[in-house]
């Protein structure tokens, strides 16, 4: 399989707890990004990394959200101390740079904070 | 990026061609109309996009209309497996420069019946 691919896809954890998110993008796509959805609305844009470089991220990513590319490859997000409101699909999804860069999304990673 | 409207439902009898409309009206010169499409806890899966002539896909033809500001997506034979959300967003170029995400409104959730 050659698409975006996110890990683990389900995850339930207590309040409070800290979870991660892994996303591998698409082979050589060096543009990279988070998304959250909650039930019943569209996909909110979290943030953008170019290669290794975060270059945006929304005011919906509080300080308790980071997110890494350390070798401009894989990607994690993490949240620390979990909200019940956190619940939520995270999607990543990646494109190449110029022209077209159309934008692959992966499955999504569901939490459910408990 | 520009706003769009499109209508919360829509039905479609199996077999029949589904027509999704997008209206558009304050779309730049520059900006593509990209359709993507969510099945029921999976990632919005890309369907097509344009800029200003007609385009078509294995999955789908987009109909452009002369000003730009509107545009039609049809799935010529749906099938219960197009039973989904689609989304229709407008996106500038992101070019060797910069970058555009994905700004995704509720979309128009096609119900295929048999």
């Known amino acids: 399989d050659t698409g975006v691919s996110q890990n683990p896809r389900h995850k339930i954890t207590k309040r409070g707890q800290n979870v991660t998110f892994r996303c591998d993008p698409i082979?050589?796509?060096?543009?990279l990004y988070w998304y959250r959805q909650t039930l019943g609305q569209g996909p909110e844009f979290l943030t953008y990394?170019?290669?290794?470089?975060?270059?945006?991220k929304s005011r919906l990513l509080s300080d308790r959200f980071s997110a890494e590319r350390p070798k401009g490859s894989f990607s994690t997000l993490e949240i620390q101390r979990t909200e019940q409101g956190d619940s939520a699909m995270y999607l990543c999804?990646?494109?190449?740079?110029?022209?077209?860069?159309?934008?692959?999304f992966g499955e999504g990673s569901w939490l459910t904070v408990v | 990026d520009a706003k769009t409207t499109q209508p919360p439902s829509m039905d479609c009898a199996e077999g029949r061609a589904a027509n999704l409309p997008c209206n558009h009206s304050?779309?730049?010169?520059?900006?593509?109309v990209y359709w993507y499409r969510q099945i029921h806890s999976q990632g919005p899966q890309y369907i097509i996009h344009?800029?200003?002539n007609n385009e078509t896909n294995e999955m789908a033809s987009l109909i452009i209309t002369e000003d730009r500001k509107s545009s039609t997506l049809i799935l010529p034979h749906a099938t219960l497996r197009d039973t989904a959300v689609y989304y229709c967003?407008?996106?500038?170029?992101?070019?060797?420069?910069?970058?555009?995400?994905?700004?995704f409104g509720a979309g128009t959730r096609l119900a295929v019946h048999p």
């Open positions: 999804a990646s494109s190449v740079t110029g022209g077209g860069n159309t934008i692959y």
């Open positions: 082979s050589e796509h060096n543009r």
């Open positions: 990394f170019q290669n290794e470089a975060q270059l945006e």
């Open positions: 304050t779309i730049s010169g520059n900006e593509y």
């Open positions: 967003i407008v996106r500038a170029p992101g070019g060797s420069g910069g970058y555009n995400k994905l700004i």
């Open positions: 344009g800029l200003k």
